[in-house]
């Protein structure tokens, strides 16, 4: 029945289809040259003069240059325009022109290639996308037929074969699953085909499904380390993954998600050469970089972005434990601005950090470092749109009277000037020993409390930069070795706080993948070796020894069957994972006369 009716599908194509293609086309088109060109931001500024010069003369050069813009800009709109119209006009003739002989042999080749392009698709692609599925009737969004869906045809498929390999198994160990119920299955991979933003509905959607309503599966997960929520974690993963590196052309309906704005697009911003000379522009930073999003938390980045957007008391202080993320949240911040996600009073600033560092060389006096502060924020006036990093502001001499380089004291009359505008970082420790005695600095910043990210916001996290490192280096990550960084670095790493303690995990381990692989094992090993404990799953042997610990443990030792035991309960109930993280394993007081085998338990249960 599909195919009887291509005769109909062909002519919608040609002459309905293809016009929401063409039109989706030239607004994106047109779209992309604004972004570019920015005519309708030089119509509204046509009077504004460039680099604040407010001269005669710079005005007039200034009307010259915006007006020669707009008039560039129009030009591009209008031949865009005109060559899409005529390209509109000859494919629309294009089939009338060919029965009336008008065209030759490239009319008939570019009719038939068009056809033969419209066979194609119809052939290879279900009727429908999951997106345009309205009345239940998922099947017309499926890759796979229903009569065809069984578990053998699916474990062969090349994308099931590499959702088990990023799960560390492999297909023959899912042989035992079967489809007992196919619409229950169907609809469930429809579910899961509309949650990843998937077009269609894959093999790969409905092997998942299959695993989840198999009743039972959670047993035979358990002996391959595995849950059912990992084949679901698994699947999203990948699809990241295609999302993120599928190319998006001028014809596509979501090209238009894709900012192309940036810094200083109204020409309104001057040199700032003694700034720049003292910081990092980490605005210009994103234009290089792809720095990532920053996931999670929304809360706090509205706050933040709210915050600064106020006309008073718009100078924020992030503070967060070490690792938390305040570097990513500021590169974030920067990113929004690049891309014009920032809201319109953020829309044009720079958001510029201070390095201390080049702030101090070469100075040989408070003197002299007073003229270069006065230097910095002259320009940053005049400038009128840069935001101030402070990174770490506790390290600028704050409460530190005497000492000879107090770069807080030379800057807090410009802190205190409503004028500038700055975000700074600290940690915890550091804001109440140092910071919140400062009156007029706890007066002056708004505090925004940056907790550590949850694990779940880290797994999203470390899976944009699995797919980065998988881009970049050709070294994959298993999912279950992205699940064992979070849950290793949270548990043994405590001297930075999640995210970052997991991303430093993942990151070394890119340099020992295996086979261009990055397993749960090498993630087991970098941690043992970053924390001098072994954090290995306990195999078949280990596991015996743990349930039988008290015999092991009177091979040594006599006696003491309540101290033993309680020693032993104690390990079992953390290998079994029910105990607090946060708290000790155990806690025990042993209390006897000399020579009863106090510390020759401690040294047996070492040993052992």
Known sequence: ?????????LLKFWYIESIFFFGRTWKNLILYLEEDLAVLLMVRLIFVPLFHDSSIVGRILSLFFRVSRVLIGLFAFAMSTILLAALVFAWLLLPIGVIKEV?????????????????????????????QIKDGDFWAASRVKKDKINIQSLLKDAEVVTLLGYLEVQPDQFAWIEILEIDRVGNLAFDLAKQNGSLYIEPIHFFVAAILIFPDTGNSLLKLNLELKDFEGALAFIEKKKNKWR?????????????????????LGVPTPVLDSVSEDITKQAGIHSFPDFLGRKSIV???????????????????????????????????ILSGD?????????????????????????????????????????????ILCLEEIHNLGIGEAGSEMNIFSLMLPYIENSTFQFIATTEQENYTKILE???????????????????????QILEDKAIEAERKHKVRVSFPALKKAVGLSGKFMHDRALPDSAIAVLNEAETEGLGGWITSGVIEDVVTKRVNVPVMELGKVGKEKLLNLENEIHQQLIDQE????????????SAAGIR?????????LFVGPTGVGKTELAKTLAEV
Do not use: C
């Open 1 to 9: 029945m599909k195919y009887l009716t291509l005769p109909v599908h």
């Open 302 to 336: 509205l706050e933040v972005i709210n915050l600064l957007s106020q006309e008073e008391k718009r100078d924020v202080i992030l503070v967060g434990s070490p690792g938390s993320g305040k570097s990513a949240f500021l590169n974030f911040l920067a990113k929004q």
């Open 437 to 459: 005695k400062n009156g007029s600095f706890a007066r002056l910043f708004t505090k925004v409390e940056l907790p550590p990210a949850t694990p779940e916001e880290t797994l």
């Open 580 to 588: 607090e993280d946060s708290r000790p394993i155990g806690t025990f």
């Open 342 to 386: 920032a809201p319109p009073s953020l829309s044009t600033k720079r958001l510029v950090k201070i390095d201390t560092t080049k702030f101090l060389s070469g100075m040989r006096s408070q003197g002299e470092l007073a003229d270069r502060v006065k230097s910095v924020f002259d320009e940053v006036a005049f400038a009128g749109n840069i």
């Open 103 to 131: 065209g030759g042999i490239w009319g008939w080749s570019i009719l038939f290639g068009g056809a033969g392009l419209f066979v194609i698709h119809v052939i290879t692609h279900p009727h429908k996308t999951v997106r």
């Open 562 to 573: 309540e101290a033993v035991k309680a020693v032993s309960d104690s390990l079992r109930r």
């Open 247 to 267: 190319l998006v052309t001028l014809w596509d309906s979501d090209f238009a998600i894709h900012h192309l704005k940036g810094v200083n697009r109204g020409w």
